[in-house]
């Protein structure tokens, strides 16, 4: 499974000024977090890559399928920013209406919806109204809808805002339990993200890449004195991105 952009160009309009130019990039293997300062275009490489858009000139495809095939959306999950509770719908009618949408039957889904729901600890909240639970229960529901349908490339877009020390830890505990050939792109403003267990980073200023690579690779970007903890943003730093101005703020 291979999503791939290429060369793609987006503007929010017809005569503004292009968020993204001419970009090329391919999901790579495993977890890739995405890194850029605010602004830098995150959330719309995302949702080009999630099809929900497209772009003005280029293409997005996933081995060969057009993001606007129906293959590509049963394939493709994407978690949005910002997650929408479904006015009279409970946790887990949520995740499973998702689970429909991409096409599973209503008791496959329905099935799916509590597993999923599991997996990111809110069995407890599942029979809850969507509207009813706080910020980080809410992105949870986002998580679980983005597992819901077993994807093959899940986008996921600030995940871990809003959520305390321990559901991070859970986030990243189902992650690392994601199993066969799945690859997650996330985009994060919480260094911890980065430092554990990711295996690619990219970074995103200004409407291109600036970065990519193995983590490994981006860490030792860093100076050799820099100091332990701090060693990502050191090396975002070496790339000329500057904390004090760009870096996001930890949540
Ligand atoms: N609907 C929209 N209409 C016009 N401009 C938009 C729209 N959505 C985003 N933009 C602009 O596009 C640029 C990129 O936004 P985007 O949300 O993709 O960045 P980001 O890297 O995800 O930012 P952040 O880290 O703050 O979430 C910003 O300058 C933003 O103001």
Not at 230 to 237: H, L, M, N, P, S
Not at 241 to 250: K, L, V
């Amino acid at each position: 499974m291979t999503l791939t952009l290429t060369r793609c160009t987006y503007a929010y309009g017809l005569r503004a000024r292009p968020i993204l130019e001419n970009l090329t990039y391919t999901v790579p293997d495993g977890l890739t977090v995405l890194l850029g300062p605010n602004g830098a275009g995150k959330t719309t490489l995302l949702r080009l890559a999630a099809g929900v858009t497209r772009p003005r000139h280029g293409s997005v495809e996933l081995d060969g399928s057009d993001s606007q095939h129906k293959a590509y959306r049963a394939a493709v999950a994407w978690m949005p920013q910002q997650i929408t509770a479904m006015a009279g719908l409970t946790a887990r009618e949520q995740v499973a209406y998702t689970g429909w949408l991409k096409g599973m039957n209503k008791r496959d889904a329905w099935d799916a919806a509590a597993r999923a729901l599991a997996r990111v600890d809110l069995t407890d909240r599942a029979d809850t109204k969507t509207k009813q639970l706080s910020g980080g229960q809410l992105r949870r529901v986002g998580v679980a809808s983005a597992l819901v349908h077993s994807a093959r490339v899940l986008l996921l877009d600030e995940p871990t805002a809003d959520m305390d020390p321990h559901q991070r830890r859970v986030f990243r505990d189902t992650l690392t339990s994601l199993t066969g050939d799945v690859r997650v792109l996330l985009s994060t403003h919480d260094i911890a993200d980065l430092a554990e267990e990711s295996q690619h980073v990219a970074v995103l200023h200004s409407g291109h890449l600036t970065y990519t690579g193995t983590t490994t690779d981006f860490l030792a970007l860093a100076p050799a004195d820099a100091a332990p903890g701090r060693v990502a943003e050191a090396a975002y730093t070496a790339l000329g991105i500057h904390p004090a101005r760009d870096w996001p703020q930890q949540q």
